[in-house]
């Protein structure tokens, strides 16, 4: 972004959550020179100032619990940067993606949040959670010869030890990333579409392919850096076995929970059909059989 004479009279940001501050970013020298260029300091400025800045009027759809890692603004940031502007504020209160609706969307909130009273009928949507994480993943391998754009992900509960590998490079060195029972998986060979990629079916995706894409089914994999307390009745998180370190890195304890809560809650979100998930911990997976099942 920079400034012209004549701004932008209108602009539209989608995911306005994810809009980066200066924090566990790869282009720390792009972002200072960008807002030097806009007579911004570095240090207390995020891109939502530019944003700010640079236009006249801004339409923003904004979901704090859609806030994946340490870079996106906080919600104290977003309010801050348009304190000195003119705000109506509007909440959507249906959404178009998945036909569960909004019951299925605040359903699986409440079950996420730990605060879910009694088990609901979500109709029209299909929901299973497996004891077999092979079987779940082939059953949307069968989806996806039906519907097609059905796709399996994870958490990032894995190291990502074929990042750069080509397919051949993999196959002939006996590379893996995600082990389960006796298969084994790449993660997604590229960040860029890897939706739209026929090849994805046979891999497994993360949060940061998924976002902002909808699929006709998901396959929801939790690892073991999330798992359930049964006698407290709280979700719980092991981050020696997160492996995002963009995420990790600078986050607090409560920071990196709500981060990774919010990654499953978004990806349990992209089916339209339906969503299938196994959580590898077994009180995880024995929270949701009691409330999907």
Not at 22 to 43: A, H, V
Not at 93 to 117: A, F, H, P, W
Not at 199 to 210: F, K, L, P, R, Y
Request: with cysteine.
């Amino acid at each position: 972004l920079s400034l012209h004479d004549a701004l932008p009279i209108l602009l539209l940001v989608d995911e306005t959550h994810r809009l980066p501050k200066r924090k566990n970013i790869s282009w720390m020298g792009e972002f200072d020179k960008c807002c030097r260029k806009l007579n911004m300091k570095p240090e207390t400025t995020n891109t939502l100032d530019w944003i700010v800045k640079s236009s006249k009027h801004r339409i923003l759809f904004y979901d704090k619990e859609q806030s994946i890692k340490a870079s996106d603004i906080s919600p104290e940031e977003f309010a801050n940067s348009l304190s000195k502007t003119k705000i109506k504020e509007y909440t959507l209160t249906s959404q178009m993606r998945c036909e569960g609706g909004k019951l299925y969307i605040d359903y699986l909130d409440k079950i996420l949040k730990c605060t879910v009273n009694s088990k609901e009928q979500i109709q029209n949507y299909d929901i299973k959670v497996f004891v077999d994480p092979n079987e779940m993943i082939n059953s949307i391998k069968e989806l996806n010869e039906k519907f097609g754009l059905c796709r399996n992900v994870a958490g990032y509960a894995w190291e990502w030890k074929t990042k750069g590998k080509s397919l051949e490079e993999i196959k002939s060195e006996g590379l893996y990333d995600i082990k389960l029972g006796n298969k084994t998986y790449p993660w997604n060979m590229t960040n860029k579409e890897w939706i739209l990629r026929k090849e994805s079916i046979n891999e497994i995706g993360c949060i940061h392919t998924t976002q902002g894409y909808d699929l006709n089914y998901v396959g929801v994999i939790l690892g073991k850096e999330i798992d359930y307390d049964p006698i407290n009745n709280q979700i719980l998180i092991y981050p020696d076995n997160f492996y995002d370190t963009n995420v990790k890195k600078g986050s607090s304890p409560e920071e990196l929970k709500r981060y990774i809560i919010n990654s499953y809650k978004v990806m349990m979100e992209r089916g339209i059909k339906g969503c299938y998930i196994y959580a590898c911990n077994k009180n995880m997976n024995e929270y949701l059989k009691k409330y999907f099942n």
